[in-house]
Nanobody
Framework: QVQLVESGGGLVQAGGSLRLSCAAS????????MGWYRQAPGKQRELVAT???????NYADSVKDRFTISRDSAKNTVYLQMNSLKPEDTAVYYC???????????????WGQGTQVTVSS
């Protein structure tokens, strides 16, 4: 089994910064794409950013030039640096990983439990 554990959420004023981390652990052979998604109250979960094994990022238009995704493959960890935060960035942020499990070599999609980010105006 694989677990994703997020950290780094919290309350920040508009214009501030936060850094989210997500560490994957368990029976892992390899991890393909990792990413961050968010869900605001009453809205569907949406893509924030993803990053491939090779380090190529992809961002939602709403966060381009403000957020930066990165990963440390040796630690099975993905980060999201969030700058110039806006009230509309308020949401629960979820980590996602496309994992090849150790032993079975099965490919599965895993999600973290979510971390709350609240941006006050």
């Amino acid at each position: 089994q694989v677990q994703l554990v997020e950290s780094g959420g919290g309350l920040v004023q508009a214009g501030g910064s936060l850094r989210l981390s997500c560490a994957a652990s368990g029976s892992i052979f390899s991890i393909n794409t990792m990413g961050w998604y968010r869900q605001a109250p009453g809205k569907q979960r949406e893509l924030v950013a993803t990053i491939t094994t090779g380090g190529s990022p992809n961002y939602a238009d709403s966060v381009k030039d403000r957020f930066t995704i990165s990963r440390d493959s040796a630690k099975n960890t993905v980060y999201l640096q969030m700058n110039s935060l806006k009230p509309e960035d308020t949401a629960v942020y979820y980590c996602n990983a496309d994992v090849i499990s150790g032993g079975s070599l099965r490919r599965n999609d895993y999600w973290g439990q979510g971390t709350q980010v609240t941006v006050s105006s």
